[in-house]
């Protein structure tokens, strides 16, 4: 089993930032990629960012400019810093991890959420 286990979410002024945090444990052998996704109240969940590497990084073009994805690989720690924060990335963020486990599954791996709410 992979355990992904997110925490830094909560309650932001719009301007203002989160820093979200995910470690990931567990029978992992391998880790390929390190992400975050959100959803929105009754839509799809969609990508945010994505780290590969140590340094090759991904963002949606909504977030470009102001998140910032980086990665402990000693730590299996995937972090998200989000700054000038809009009413509009109130969210449920999740934590991705794809990799492999000591069994040899390969796969997409995902953390429970948390919630990151931005008021006016």
């Known amino acids: 089993q992979v355990q992904l286990v997110e925490s830094g979410g909560g309650l932001v002024q719009a301007g203002g930032s989160l820093r979200l945090s995910c470690v990931a444990s567990g029978n992992i052998f391998s880790i390929n990629a390190m992400g975050w996704y959100r959803q929105f109240p009754g839509k799809e969940r969609e990508f945010v960012a994505r780290i590969i590497g140590s340094d090759s990084t991904n963002y949606a073009d909504s977030v470009q400019g102001r998140f910032t994805i980086s990665r402990d690989n000693a730590k299996n720690t995937v972090y998200l810093q989000m700054n000038s924060l809009k009413r509009e990335d109130t969210a449920v963020y999740y934590c991705?991890?794809?990799?492999?486990?000591?069994?040899?599954?390969?796969?997409?791996?995902w953390g429970q959420g948390t919630q990151v709410t931005v008021s006016s």
């Open positions: 991705n991890v794809r990799g492999r486990t000591t069994e040899g599954v390969y796969g997409d791996y």
